[in-house]
């Protein structure tokens, strides 16, 4: 009985916070090298797709999600995480899309655990409401 009681614990609070964010209607997923913010070639041709995307359906607002524990060699740095974003929105902003829509999230850790490399990467991920 007791394990029930928490599995439908679990279940509503899960529920509540799917609630509360509405779902990205489209998600472009870049990776850095360690300890770099340097846009690759192929993280550049995401953030284009991205770009043209959000040009063509503008969305509500386009959130930018990073890891903000991001590990390098030598221990935690965070300020790697907002290198990183401020690397996607520069290249985003210069490809045309409005800076006043963007803003920052941030990656958890399970969206880090669920995918390889997963504290390297970030996503643009785009809402209509």
Not at 53 to 82: E, W
């Amino acid at each position: 009985m007791r394990s029930f009681l928490w599995i439908f614990i679990v279940a509503v609070l899960a529920g509540c916070s799917l609630m509360r964010t509405p779902p990205a209607t489209n998600t472009f997923v870049m990776f850095f090298d360690p300890g770099s913010a340097a846009l690759s070639s192929a993280a550049k041709v995401e953030i284009d797709l991205a770009a043209d995307k959000i040009k063509s359906t503008k969305p509500a607002h386009v959130a930018i999600a990073v890891y903000p524990k991001t590990i390098t060699g030598d221990g935690s740095n965070p300020k790697l995480a907002d290198s990183r974003f401020n690397a996607v929105e520069a290249a985003l902003v210069a490809d045309g899309v409005d800076a006043r829509i963007v803003a920052r999230a941030m990656l958890t850790d399970l969206e880090v655990k669920a995918g390889p490399d997963g504290n390297r990467r970030a996503e643009i991920r785009l809402f209509k409401n």
